[in-house]
């Protein structure tokens, strides 16, 4: 997990967040349909805190975990700025796997929204699906965010450049089996695993949870900036009738391909 520490310990999550907001109002938008009215809630894997500082302003008590200790600091750091902190039972730096410190059917809703996406070894991807299942009640939501591996393969193909060592097809097709990724470029992205995603469901499924819906968290990464550009001319009216087309083309199955992150919604048995 070296490698991992060190990339997010000079990554800009929040950054990234603010950068891509669709990701965020596209997630926030399903996890507001499905979480239930109030409760105590777990943010696993949870990097600055962001989906949990607006979890606590809408009343919740929330318990946040990170495997990078300066992301929990930060988080922390923020929730006392926001006068947040009283929502908070917990900053822990935790791996996913391992989620001793947390006692058995803890949390109403349980939120995974990054450790899934560098879980190389099937039983370490499964060791953190049963953590989260062993932490969340009965009948409790869970939100676990996953990486399409078929996106992946058409950025590869459209950037190569920047997605080394996927600079060549021979590579390119060893991942669409594999679905590891090991960024050749030191400080990029790495140690990931992207999923099939009709996998993803019976994965879950399997683990012990039903499912409810699987979106796509941003299916607008097809747009780059200039055809941003092209409707931000138009005026603020229509950005807001494409983000609102977006959310509802989330759960469009033929459409979670192109999107750069899925977010799967599930209910434990």
Request: aromatic residues 12%.
């Amino acid at each position: 997990m070296s490698d991992i520490l060190n990339y997010y310990n000079q990554f800009d999550e929040w950054g990234r967040l603010e950068r891509e907001p669709i990701e965020f109002q596209v997630n926030w938008h399903y996890i507001k349909k499905y979480i239930p009215e109030m409760g105590y809630l777990l943010d696993n894997g949870a990097g600055p805190g962001k989906y949990s500082l607006e979890l606590a302003k809408e009343g919740y008590q929330v318990t946040l975990t990170d495997l990078t200790p300066r992301l929990v600091e930060m988080a922390k750091n923020k929730a006392i700025e926001m006068g947040l902190d009283k929502n908070f039972n917990g900053f822990y730096a935790a791996d996913a796997r391992d989620l001793s410190m947390l006692n058995d059917d803890q949390f109403t809703a349980s939120l995974m929204l990054g450790p899934m996406y560098h879980l190389q070894e099937e039983n370490d991807r499964i060791k953190a699906i049963e953590e989260l299942k062993r932490v969340t009640q009965r009948n409790g939501i869970v939100f676990v965010a996953f990486m399409p591996r078929v996106r992946h393969i058409l950025t590869s193909l459209l950037y190569p450049d920047h997605w080394k060592p996927n600079d060549n097809v021979d590579t390119i097709i060893d991942f669409s089996h594999t679905g590891c990724f090991n960024h050749a470029d030191t400080g990029r992205f790495t140690e990931a695993y992207y999923f099939n995603i009709e996998e993803i469901n019976p994965f879950m499924e399997s683990l012990g949870f039903e499912t409810m819906e699987l979106i796509g968290s941003n299916v607008g990464a097809i747009l780059n900036k200039d055809n941003w550009a092209y409707w931000r001319d138009k005026g603020e009216d229509e950005v807001n009738k494409i983000i609102n087309l977006i959310k509802e083309q989330a759960s469009n199955p033929h459409l979670l391909g192109i999107s750069s992150h899925l977010l799967y919604i599930g209910r434990k048995k």
